[in-house]
């Protein structure tokens, strides 16, 4: 079974600090795919980053970076220097490669407010 | 390049009623899935096309079904509607059957009363 834990429900900071969002899942697939989506208040949610379960290397784009770790099932997210415009909810998801290909499965989400 | 595109954007039903929703896929892409999303959770996957079939299902009743045109877009039907159906449906376009990238759309506010 495939399995997203986000923990922090909710986070607020100010603007300019930085925040990470925490990601921990389950699977018993060997090979995998771990997604992080921003979902803004209209709705939609839009894509962030793909890892492959064979790469661990951790990857920086812009003021978003991303920390995998198999060893503690994780997959963390970090914002840096925060914005007003990063207030959205964060979802981390995970697929397998197993008989549920394709199929994403999400985390409850954690509600980011960035205050000016 | 268009981006995945949904209608209706909100809908009112009454419990009983039936509804279809509808999905074009992003420019290129062959694969349709689609989620359900209540207020305050994380989408649950419903299901997902390719080559006009059926691939995987998750858990949902019957009451859900589905299709896909040969120009790839999708239709959502739900049947005999419940106040629980209540929910944002996000329908997500990907290139193939395998894992990649799945863009979403901005989603179908699906209200019972």
């Known amino acids: 079974a495939q399995k997203v834990t986000q923990a922090q429900t909710e986070i607020s900071v100010v603007e300019k600090e930085d925040v990470t969002l925490d990601c921990v899942y389950e699977t018993r697939d060997t090979t995998y795919y771990l997604f992080w989506y921003k979902q803004p208040p209209s709705g939609e949610l839009v894509f962030l980053i793909r890892r492959n379960s064979f790469d661990e290397q951790n990857e920086i784009s812009g003021r978003y970076s991303w920390n995998f770790q198999k060893s503690t099932s994780s997959f963390n997210f970090t914002i840096t220097a925060s914005q007003v415009v990063d207030s959205a909810v964060y979802f981390c998801?995970?697929?397998?490669?197993?008989?549920?290909?394709?199929?994403?499965?999400f985390g409850r989400g954690t509600q980011l407010t960035v205050w000016p | 390049d268009a981006g995945v595109t949904q209608s209706p954007t909100h809908l009112i039903k009454t419990r009983g009623q039936q509804v279809t929703l509808r999905c074009s896929p992003k420019s290129g892409h062959d694969t349709v899935s689609w989620y359900q999303q209540a207020l305050g959770q994380g989408p649950q996957f419903i299901f997902q096309y390719y080559e006009e079939e059926e691939r995987q299902r998750g858990n949902f009743p019957d009451r859900f079904s589905g299709h896909q045109f040969p120009n790839y877009s999708s239709e959502l039907n739900v049947n005999a509607l419940l106040l629980g159906d209540s929910a944002l449906y996000l329908c997500a376009s990907s290139s193939g059957e395998g894992v990649y990238e799945q863009y979403f759309g901005p989603g179908t506010r699906l209200t019972v009363t």
């Open positions: 998801a995970l697929s397998g490669r197993g008989s549920t290909l394709g199929r994403l499965y």
